[in-house]
């Protein structure tokens, strides 16, 4: 989420709770309507449809980014790092048979804004069901950052021939603009080190730069996505892609506008872009929209012609929205399995129970997971 998002997540935690509802969202309808004009939707160009939606974590998880670990590659020792969270973390390390499961068949990373407690909060599965909490993967925050007070948003991560790297956004010092760096680590779970004297990306005249994402472009090259932070500053909001140089620590290309804000819902905000080939051609672009702290609040859907744009929206109304139990769902990011599928992971607030007033709800994000049917 943009920076005038704030988590109020105590600690990283997972409880599973699998929702057995199956969700075909694209057209902008809500799920009842769409169950009710199925036929009607096979005549529409073909969109990415989600399936069945699985909460694989229920304490306030933001900006999600799960990352794939192939087989071969050694999980982080003696888990969990600081005990079980409150909400359903494994309350024993990993056994030595589950190091070997992981080192064999391969496991997932996932991170997180900001939790108060750590940089960038981490935590590591074997199934994407069950998650063990890790260390902070990005414990110090490299010199050019504001100290103490920073937050660390929406962390994504990407394997190159050197290593790996974790990109981050976080406040810069000198401008007080969010602006995105890069760390390197030995291990896919960290701890990740930024020892820069500036940050990779800092578009400090549009009100910086932050929501990194990472997509492979043409002939396997990579690519940065990322918003200029314009709502924060009075600038216009806009998603943006560049090339990365091979070994992911700097661009090898100009910054290109992918798309803006043009659509009634999106309240004049536009953020957290991930993007992913389209099976007839060019690209999809998701993006989230709208106020953070709203039911408004969204995940948008458009076409590109190009890793480099331009961008067109698919429909005036969001792609995944505010229906049912399933409120305002965005920080939408997509990740490939272990089995090779596609799958999506994106936050959705859901109401709960307030234990000092009776008759009260507040509303906590959960962490969804989805498989990508089609695209």
């Not at 929206?313 to 769902?329: A, Q």
């Amino acid at each position: 989420m943009g920076s005038g998002s704030v988590s109020a997540r105590a600690t990283l935690a997972v409880a599973v709770a699998v929702v057995s509802v199956l969700v075909t969202l694209g057209s902008g309808w809500p799920v009842s309507v769409r169950r009710a004009t199925a036929t009607a939707a096979q005549a529409a160009p073909a969109l990415p449809r989600l399936g069945a939606v699985q909460t694989v974590d229920s304490n306030d998880v933001g900006d999600p980014y799960i990352l794939r670990v192939p087989p071969g590659v050694a999980p982080p020792s003696g888990l969990p790092w600081a005990g079980p969270g409150p909400d359903g973390y494994q309350s024993a390390p990993w056994s030595a048979a589950t190091a070997r499961e992981a080192y064999a068949h391969g496991w997932y990373v996932l991170f997180g804004t900001t939790d108060w407690q750590a940089n960038v909060p981490t935590a590591v599965s074997t199934d994407l069901v069950n998650w063990t909490q890790a260390p902070d993967a990005l414990p110090v925050l490299p010199r050019w950052a504001q100290p103490s007070i920073s937050m660390t948003w929406a962390p994504a991560a990407l394997r190159t021939a050197t290593g790996w790297v974790l990109y981050y956004s976080t406040e810069e010092a000198s401008s007080k603009r969010e602006c995105i760096g890069a760390a390197v680590a030995t291990s896919p779970a960290g701890p990740y080190t930024d020892r820069s004297a500036a940050p990779l990306l800092c578009q400090r005249d549009l009100g910086g730069s932050i929501d990194p994402s990472v997509v492979a472009g043409p002939a396997g090259r990579e690519y940065l996505l990322w918003k200029n932070d314009g709502n924060s500053s009075h600038h216009p909001d806009r998603l943006w892609s560049a090339r990365l140089a091979p070994e992911g620590l700097g661009l090898a290309g100009p910054a290109h506008p992918l798309m803006g804000t043009d659509e009634p819902w999106d309240a004049g905000v536009v953020e957290a872009p991930a993007m992913i080939p389209a099976t007839s051609g060019g690209y999809w672009l998701f993006y989230s929209a709208g106020r953070w702290d709203s039911q408004q609040y969204g995940t948008g859907l458009a076409r590109c012609r190009t890793v480099t744009g331009p961008c067109v929206d698919t429909s005036d109304r969001p792609f995944l929205y505010t229906s049912g139990g399933m409120v305002s769902p965005g920080g939408l990011d997509t990740f490939t399995a272990l089995d090779g599928r596609m799958w999506a992971a994106f936050t959705a607030l859901v109401a709960v129970p307030s234990q000092w007033h009776p008759g009260r709800v507040y509303y906590n994000r959960v962490l969804d997971i989805a498989p990508v049917l089609s695209h």
